[in-house]
């Protein structure tokens, strides 16, 4: 048309973006586990909880070899050790991502056999049934950074 002006509106978008979700949930899983196990390891080193455990450990066919060869407390020690070494390879995984995988790896064994107690531990109240069933989360957690981080270390080769 003649003797008009058209004028063109920027076009304001919102666009939400797929990558910043998935680092940040990337992080947020990895560093949660990671959080979870030191303060769970960390605990591990106290009366009570080697006592808390004791009833699910004593009738693990996986760990109740542990009280045949130490006591309550130095049972409970070894099991936080564990949770605190898979811990820090876990975190570990922006330097060392073969380490991480190490550290996913022993993740995925410790959330199968925290939920094999489950099956094993007789008369487990409901609340107690609940509390484990956590672990089912965490077991996925472990497995998806067991395979971002082995991703890494294909990449790297």
Do not use: C, H
């Not at 978008?13 to 797929?18: D, Q």
């Not at 790896?105 to 925290?114: H, K």
């Amino acid at each position: 048309m003649i003797g008009t002006l058209q004028t063109s509106r920027p076009a304001v978008r919102f666009a939400l973006r797929a990558r910043p979700f998935e680092l940040l949930g990337a992080a947020i899983l990895r560093y949660g586990l990671v959080v979870f196990l030191v303060l769970f390891g960390l605990a591990k080193f106290t009366v009570a909880e080697a006592q808390t455990i004791q009833p699910w450990v004593a009738n693990s066919p996986f760990l109740g070899w542990l009280y045949a060869v130490s006591s309550l407390q130095a049972a409970s020690i070894v099991i936080g050790v564990i949770e605190l070494a898979v811990g820090a390879l876990l975190a570990v995984r922006p330097w060392w991502p073969r380490a991480s995988v190490v550290g996913s790896l022993g993740a995925i064994v410790a959330f199968l056999i925290t939920l094999s107690f489950l099956f094993t531990t007789p008369n487990l109240s409901p609340e107690w049934q609940g509390f484990l069933m956590k672990d089912l989360i965490l077991l996925g957690a472990a497995v998806w950074t067991a395979g971002e981080a082995l991703r890494e270390v294909e990449r790297s080769r």
